[in-house]
């Protein structure tokens, strides 16, 4: 049955949305879940994070960068076309508590797909300090939304046209090195969770990160995206995508998603050379 789409936006440089109609999603979706979507009946699966709902109105909201086949054809469709699939929600739902002072940190469209962690962290009395990283001033988006679920934001980008110029974990060191933080939630390119998750380790922080791997079933038949995490295997669409940032075998991942090396490697080139420029 085809999901109509209700609202399709663009968000900034190569970033779209889409509101499309999904009630069942919608009335069972939570913070932390992601959808598994086809367009047409030749179209591959491809993984979405669940940005928003309304279980009232029966929409789910979408965040997506146009980085291949899929995401590029997305990004041309209106309101009033359909998607031809949707699965979901699938995944573990963030776990939410009260931890006291959490910093939520969001890379690239990483932003969209933390901000209903950061809003469920907020509305469960937690001091919530959001970092928002990106290339460029027009890849921050949400910063008016994630202003709503945060005490505070802190912006940063690699050329400084927005906020202090540089990377995340920057802002994460700044706020780090004040103490008090008890959690931290990092959501991006798998590069920048990996140094995330370096940064935080030796104040002993615990740290979650949303892991980015290939996914074709989402329902943990067909083994693609496993990964190793403290020592065993993990499926990321079952048993995940969150984990802890500590114990992911980050060389095994970024080695898995090297089927697709140019934009991991493109990541890992910018977030390598912001931090020297960041270092002088
Ligand atoms: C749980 C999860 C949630 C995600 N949420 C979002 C989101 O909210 N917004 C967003 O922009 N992106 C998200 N992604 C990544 C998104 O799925 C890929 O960008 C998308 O599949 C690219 O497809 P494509 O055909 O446009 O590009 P392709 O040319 O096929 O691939 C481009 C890049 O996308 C990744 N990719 C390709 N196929 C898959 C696949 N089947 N599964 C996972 N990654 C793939 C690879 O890293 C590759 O480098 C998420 C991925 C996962 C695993
Ligand atoms: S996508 Fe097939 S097992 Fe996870």
């Given at each position: 049955m085809p999901f109509g789409i209700l609202e399709a936006k663009r968000l900034g440089e190569r970033i779209g949305s889409v509101r499309v109609e999904a009630p069942l999603i919608a009335s069972n979706a939570r913070a932390g879940q992601f959808v598994i979507l086809r367009l047409d009946e030749r179209g591959e699966r491809i993984p979405l994070t669940l940005c928003d709902w309304s279980a009232d109105e029966g929409w789910i909201f979408l965040v997506f960068q146009e980085v291949g086949k899929t995401t590029r054809h997305l990004g041309t469709l209106k309101a009033g076309d359909a998607l031809q699939d949707l699965v979901g929600p699938l995944g573990v739902p963030s776990e939410i508590d009260r931890y006291g002072k959490v910093l939520c940190v969001g890379g690239g469209v990483g932003i969209a797909a933390i901000h209903p962690i950061c809003r469920a962290l907020k509305e469960a009395g937690n001091e919530v300090v959001s970092i928002l990283g990106a290339r460029?001033?027009?890849?921050?988006?949400?910063e008016e939304e994630m202003g709503l679920v945060s005490d505070r934001v802190i912006i940063t980008t690699d050329d400084g046209s927005?906020?202090?110029?540089?990377?995340v974990t920057w802002a994460m060191e700044e706020e780090l090195k004040r103490g008090g933080v008890d959690l931290v939630v990092a959501i991006g390119p798998a590069v920048m969770m990996k140094f995330a998750s370096a940064v935080t380790r030796p104040y002993g922080v615990p740290t979650r990160v949303s892991l980015n791997s290939i996914m074709l079933d989402?329902?943990?038949?067909?083994?693609?995206c496993r990964c190793e995490v403290g020592g065993e295997t993990r499926f990321a669409c079952v048993h995940g995508p969150e984990f802890d940032g500590h114990e992911v075998d980050w060389g095994l991942l970024l080695e898995r998603l090297s089927a697709y090396r140019e934009e991991e490697e493109e990541s890992l080139k910018r977030y390598l050379s912001s931090t020297e420029t960041a270092a002088h």
């Open positions: 460029s001033a027009e890849l921050i988006i949400l927005k906020g202090h110029k540089g990377v989402g329902t943990g038949m067909c083994g693609t």
